[in-house]
């Protein structure tokens, strides 16, 4: 007997179908005595086809009236479950943001939970009946219809999971579980059965993309357990909680390795080496809105320094103008770059306990003559940036290094 | 300078083109000083989208939340007629039914409007916005979200324009007003410049399915001029109001002619003639939630009488099927019926001062042999029952006896 919220997105309930089996999956919950909060996104399609309709209005539609039109999206699915489960003997109820009321700020299509009123959705659930509501939106204080941005249903399952003091959040996804790292590339990677908040946070922004980042902040920062399981098989998934594990001492020191081949280095050569040299070159960057990931600078040498930094492929070009005029402007000499690279990170909260964790990360790359370019580390990560040719014979490697291969697949 | 409530359905936004059109209209009004209200339906063909996927979930899906999936089909429109209203320079601003709000009792699918508070919209247009709101739903005590079932977007444009005591309330249609009779019967029939409320209740009534009869009554209740005018072409339609016109000795005695091929007749003979029979016969068919329109009983001849009724054609045999039970329980003779029938009804508010407007009626149908089979009338309209394959026949023998033809066409 928990209080659960669970979160389906778009493909999960991309059809009738596929409803219908998400129904199924809530009705087994309520059969064991759970209390279940369901949020859905849009079926998937359906945001992307409203967008189209207002491109074909607007160039720059107003983003007040675009949160209105987008937010019918799971209005619709919500709506759709709530019948689905109702004719399967499940009392359902559909809640938008605004019934709910989610109340965010009035920032159009990425406003901010500001709070949560979980009165209304406690007394359906008292009711005995399940209560859908619509992931991704909310309503301002002026009673404005709000979106919190692409992938924001996550957001809206963990608010309500804290609002209501859930026992789990799950997130219903198409892997049954966070992994060591991809098993695509490595195939004896193994499911975890779980991980730090931290732990996933690391992993989350360096490319696994099970789950939003914005979330798993959320979530451990109100300390909701999320769990991430597969929307249509059997499984317990991966629970991503506080690192209150009692026999955290036989965990291993590295849960994961992660790699994102969606990032390139820029460097710039011959930089007078004055002060303030780092926001001279980095503020116009920041400033044409480009994201800077990992940075280095060398040590400088006749009064010049090196500047190597990484920002995501998309903004590859962008950036690189950017930088030619900066050199231009402060006297600096060549700037080069290139996209293809590749970072690949270990993490784990145990290197906190475990001196030497980078060093034997090298090793293993070294034994298989893999240069490393760049590295950065946190308090539970190891970064290093690589030639992109190396990324998969670099994580495998990492992956035997530090234990993690399962015994049989 | 006035205030205006436009009501645009589902094919005056059928696409962004359309959309767009319909913004330059209303810019026009707003350019010539006037404050405009907006209501919008679906864009059309999105309603039976939507009843479609519900339709795939489940043969009976809960009605409350049909009118949460449905009530989407407005709010999409909404948004996107605000996005072009600003795009062209118009400020504007969309209210779904809930944020308006338009309260409503909470009959899912058939909700009626208990009050409007228009503070909201008021505030927006003295800020000089175009409000743009969403017909054909609201919002009941609860919270919870309500459609007035299908067509409802008249009646939210006519009980808006009351609450802000509108100056007029436009009816956009695909066609330029409401005739003297349906102009591919009859070329020469005329646009009328005007026509009483009761005058179109009963032409809406008999089958000229311009306007939903509930908007229309509630305009009669509240006094709301209507309008009813072409939505992409210009033109000062037909306005609809009180019988208030200061020269109406020289209007015509007739408005129009209108007509109906949907009606069904049934007959049921020998019915034995004791008090309470009319409530014997046609008590069953209510109950089979069959609406009857016209009821004659004979004189009773041998202490039986007969009596014939008509009902719309779907509910045809439905109706023979319980009027035969019936004929068995009481003892009647034969029951007959046919759907080759049609009604046509001469209406106008003149005819309550020119008695004689009947038999003027039945004269011209007898110069053309044409056979009456029913006779009904009210304080301003006579219908009569005749085979259908006469009805544009009577239907131009009328409107030229009534000196309705257009001069020149």
Redesign the interface.
């Given at each position: 007997m928990a209080l659960i919220v669970q979160k389906f997105g778009g493909t999960s309930v991309g059809s009738?179908e596929r409803?219908?089996q998400v129904a199924q999956k809530v009705a087994k919950f309520r059969a064991a005595g759970d209390d279940v909060v369901v949020v859905v996104s849009a079926m998937s399609g359906e945001t992307n086809r409203?967008l189209a309709?207002?491109k074909?209005?607007?160039a720059?539609?107003?983003l007040?009236?675009?949160d209105?039109?987008i937010?019918?999206g799971e209005?619709?699915t919500?709506?759709?479950l709530?019948?689905?489960l109702?004719?399967i003997g499940v009392l359902a109820?559909?809640f938008?943001g605004?019934?709910v009321p989610i109340v965010t700020d009035s920032e159009h299509g990425k406003a901010r939970i500001l709070s949560i009123d979980e009165s209304?959705v406690r007394e359906q659930l008292n009711a005995g009946k399940v209560v859908v509501v619509a992931g991704f939106q909310g309503v301002d204080e002026q009673?404005n219809?709000t979106t919190l941005g692409r992938g924001g249903s996550d957001t809206t399952a963990v608010a309500l999971a804290a609002a209501l003091k859930a026992d789990e959040c799950h997130i219903y996804t198409d892997v049954d579980g966070v992994y060591t790292t991809d098993p695509r590339v490595v195939p004896r990677a193994q499911r975890l059965d779980r991980i730090t908040f931290e732990e996933m946070l690391e992993m989350a922004s360096l490319g696994s993309k099970i789950l939003q980042l914005r979330s798993v902040e959320f979530a451990g920062k109100y300390n909701v357990p999320l769990r991430v399981l597969h929307s249509f098989q059997e499984g317990p998934g991966t629970l991503i909680t506080t690192d209150d594990n009692e026999d955290s001492m036989e965990q291993p020191i590295i849960s994961g390795i992660a790699f994102n081949r969606d990032e390139a280095k820029l460097t710039i050569r011959g930089v007078p080496d004055t002060p303030g040299v780092a926001f001279k070159i980095l503020g116009p960057i920041s400033a044409a809105n480009i994201d800077i990931d990992m940075i280095v600078q060398n040590v400088a040498q006749d009064n010049t320094t090196d500047f190597t930094f990484t920002v995501n492929n998309i903004d590859y070009d962008k950036a690189i103008d950017v930088l030619r005029a900066t050199a231009l402007e402060i006297g600096a000499g060549e700037v080069s770059g290139t996209t293809s690279i590749a970072k690949v990170s270990i993490v784990g909260v145990g290197m906190r306990s475990h001196p030497g964790v980078a060093s034997c990360m090298f090793e293993a790359l070294a034994k298989e003559n893999i240069n490393i370019q760049m590295i950065s580390t946190s308090e539970i990560r190891v970064s290093v940036v690589i030639d992109e040719k190396y990324v998969e014979l670099a994580v495998r490697a990492l992956h035997t290094a530090f234990g993690l291969d399962a015994s049989e697949k």
């Open positions: 009738p409803i219908e409203l309709l207002a074909q209005i607007s720059k539609p107003t007040r009236e675009m209105v039109m937010a019918t209005q619709v919500i709506a759709l709530a019948m689905a109702n004719k109820v559909s938008t605004a019934q209304k009673g219809i």
